[in-house]
């Protein structure tokens, strides 16, 4: 097994379409966080900007992710996302450790 995955994904919605990528977040966030190998899943808005998000996952390894985004409802949110988002998602990962 690999270590510990964690992402730090930068969304932008369309102009006033916050509340729609809020409302798909609600209804998927309970799936992915029974998913085996999940450890954090969770959405913050940006202060002060109602239509921009981070999302912080941490994943158990990289085969559990790599699962993740392979599931039926994962497919499915990806492929409704461009209704609500200005653009793709900026996906980070982080080092497994602090370097300071």
Not at 14 to 35: K, M, S, W, Y
Not at 42 to 70: M, Y
Request: charged content about 20%; some cysteine.
């Amino acid at each position: 097994m690999s270590q510990p995955i964690q992402l730090v994904i930068l969304i932008t919605a369309l102009p006033g379409r916050g509340q729609d990528q809020i409302a798909a977040f609600e209804r998927l966030a309970p799936i992915v966080r029974a998913e085996p190998g999940c450890l954090q899943y969770d959405l913050h808005q940006v202060s002060g900007e109602p239509d921009r998000f981070v999302l912080i996952e941490r994943w158990s390894s990289k085969e559990a992710l790599a699962a993740h985004d392979a599931t039926p409802h994962m497919i499915e949110a990806d492929a409704a996302s461009p209704t609500f988002r200005a653009g793709p998602a900026e996906v980070i990962q982080l080092v497994a450790e602090p370097v300071a």
